[in-house]
C-alpha cells in the first residue's frame, strides 16, 4: 500500500479531541489543488490560515477567495501562508476556482486567480480535526473556520463565523500582525488596534516596578495608572 493511502487510514482510525489556542496543530496529510501536503512539515517556520468553506460555487465562499486570493501576497510578506478547505472533490474546486478567474467581477476584482491550495476533503478528515463540521449547522457542509498557525505550528487563533456571513480578512491579516508584533516586542494591543498604534505594555510584576513606571518621565512610554501603561510608536 502506498504511504499516502497508509496516512489516509491512520486518519481514520484518529480520535479526534479538537484543538484549542496553544495546542500543537492536527497533522494531517491531504491532497489539494496545489498538490499533496503534509502538514505541518510542509509549513515549518512559516505562520499559517487554515480556513474553511461550506461549499464550492456558492456566492459567499466565491467572494472570500477572491479576497483571499487578492491579498495573498501581502500575506506571504507577513511569512503567512493560505489553505483552503471544503467538502468537495478536487475536480469541484478546480472547476470553480476556473470559473472565479474567468467569469466573475466583484468588488474591483476581476480575473483573480486563486494560487494556494484547496484541500479535497470529501471524507472529513481535516475538517473533523479541526472541528469545522458543526452538526446543528450543517452535517454536510464546513462552517466558515479559521485556524491561525505560527512557524512553531501552535494554534494561535480560532475564528468561527455562520454560514450566512462573510470573514472580514482585514481583521485576519490585522490579528496576524499584531500576534507577530506582540511576540517580537512582548507588548499587547489594545481594543481596535491597528498598525502604527501605541501598544500596551505589560502589568508590572512589583509595587516598585508600578511606581517608577507611574512617576516615569519617559518620552516613549506613558500610563493612565499603575496597571496600564502604553509605549508610544512612531509615526
Not at 460555487?57 to 501581502?74: L, W
Not at 491550495?117 to 450543517?138: C, T
Not at 499584531?178 to 491597528?194: G, H, L, R, V, Y
Request: hydrophobic fraction near 40%; glycine fraction near 4%; proline fraction near 6%.
Amino acid at each position: 500500500m502506498e504511504n499516502n493511502q497508509v496516512q489516509e487510514k491512520e486518519q481514520e482510525r484518529e480520535v479526534v479531541r479538537l484543538p484549542l489556542i496553544g495546542d500543537p496543530a492536527p497533522s494531517f496529510w491531504a491532497k489539494t489543488t496545489m498538490g499533496d501536503i503534509n502538514f505541518p512539515e510542509d509549513y515549518k517556520g512559516k505562520w499559517v490560515i487554515l480556513f474553511s468553506h461550506p461549499a464550492d460555487f456558492t456566492p459567499v465562499c466565491t467572494t472570500e477567495f477572491m479576497t483571499f486570493a487578492s491579498m495573498q501576497e501581502d500575506f506571504r510578506k507577513l511569512n503567512t501562508e493560505l489553505i483552503g478547505l471544503s467538502i468537495d472533490s478536487i475536480y469541484a474546486h478546480i472547476a470553480w476556482l476556473r470559473t472565479i478567474k474567468e467569469k466573475i467581477e466583484f468588488n474591483g476584482m476581476k480575473n483573480v486567480e486563486v494560487n494556494f491550495p484547496v484541500i479535497e476533503d470529501l471524507k472529513m478528515h481535516v475538517s473533523r480535526k479541526f472541528g469545522m463540521v458543526q452538526p446543528n449547522a450543517s452535517s454536510t457542509q464546513a462552517v466558515r473556520a479559521v485556524f491561525i498557525m505560527d512557524p512553531e505550528s501552535k494554534v494561535r487563533a480560532i475564528l468561527y463565523y455562520p454560514l450566512s456571513t462573510g470573514r472580514n480578512m482585514d481583521e485576519i491579516m490585522r490579528m496576524i500582525i499584531a500576534m507577530q508584533k506582540a511576540d517580537k516586542e512582548q507588548i499587547a494591543t489594545p481594543a481596535n488596534w491597528q498598525p502604527g498604534d501605541d501598544v500596551i505594555i505589560p502589568p508590572p510584576g512589583s509595587c516598585g516596578t508600578a511606581r517608577d513606571r507611574v512617576e516615569s518621565k519617559s518620552d516613549d512610554t506613558y500610563c493612565l495608572d499603575w496597571f496600564m501603561c502604553f509605549k508610544k510608536e512612531k509615526k
